[in-house]
Each structure stands twice: as structure tokens, then as C-alpha cells.
């Protein structure tokens, strides 16, 4: 634990050297404390992995996050920036999914489109309704013309959308999955910090008060009064 045990003269326990009390004093003098003012940079936390982006991700994006998060938690020793360290990596991952899920259903489109053309105008040349896809995207005439086919079984534009969706589901399923893992992962990351804090302060609270009793001047009493 935290050094060798020894007993006062109440008969309750403490540490030897009580490194609760330096290590408290040592992350103070960094300017390790939630005053905000001295606080470990981003590149604290940067430097306990690399920046986990992509090709088509902003390096930028990624620290502004690191570094509001690292602004949020003020993380005080260096547990607590492992703890911060794997919560921006997460949070960054689930930004990259949740950005990932509507590129997978923006996929889905033309083929949900050309789907929903073959319904509405009752049409079966695979030519033809490839062509009719690609220019919906280019034509303002043949776009007109899909959405009045819409129109008549009571349909716009958004069926397209939903079309979409319903053909990625199976596509979307596994990344549901692994948001839902991230997501739990954060909580318990959060309580492991609020955790963190709390048996941190207990420990010195509890190391503070023994000091105070080993260091307290004893006071004199008279016989007279033993006496009574």
C-alpha cells in the first residue's frame, strides 16, 4: 500500500511516511488543481498515444476535442490522464461512426431510388431505370417527373431517404453495436475518475487527520486534578 503501518497512542493506524499527503503536495506544486489556471496543456494527453485520425479527418478537429475534454475533466495526477486519454479516443471513434452511419445510408441511395422508380412507374428495363437514376442527380425534368410518380401514391422526396435506410440496417447493425460499447465504456470511465477523486481524498483526509493527532501538544495535567 502506501508504506508501513505503525499505531499512535489512540491506537489508530498510519502510514509511516504518508505519501498521500506529499503525493497531494507534489501535484499541487505542478499546478495540478481544478483552479484552471496551471493545468496540463492538451499535449499532456497527446503524448500518451498518437492522434488516432484518419485520412479524411481533421488533425485539428481531433485536438480541438482532446482539448475541450481535457478542459472539462482537469484531470489531476497522471492516472487521470490515462483516464482522459482513453475517453477522447472513444469520444473520437464515436464521432467517426455516427459520421460513418449516414455515408453508408447516402450509399444506399441511388439503388433505393432506382428501387422505388421500378414501383412507381411500374417499369422493368434495367437500362432504363439506371438512366432515370443517374439523372435525377443532373436533370431537373426527369427529377420532376419521379417525384409526380411519387406524388400519386401519396409519396415525396423523403421516401427516398427512408428507402435508403431500410436497405443499410443490416449494414448499420454491427456499428449500432459498437456505439452502444463506447458509449457504456465513457460512464464507466467517468465513474472510475469520480472514484479516483474520492478515494484520493479519503486517503488524505484520513492521513491528515493521523498527522494532526502525531504532531498535537500534549497538555499537563495537575495530580489534583488526576486526583478528582
Known sequence: M????ITNSAGEACTREHSLLRFASSTAKRGWHHDGENMPSGSTVALLFDAPVLMSESREDFESLRDTIQGQIMPNDFIEQLFVADLVEGEWELRRLRHTKVQIVKMAYRPALRSLIQKA?????NEYLTDLANRWFTNKAVKKEILAALNKFGLNETVIDAEALRDSMQDLRPIEQRIAELESRRDKILRRIEDHRVGLATQVQANSAC????????VLVSRTARAD
Open 121 to 125: 412507374l411500374d417499369v422493368y428495363d
Open 211 to 218: 498527522l494532526d493527532e502525531r504532531t498535537a501538544v500534549p
Open 2 to 5: 502506501w508504506g508501513d503501518f
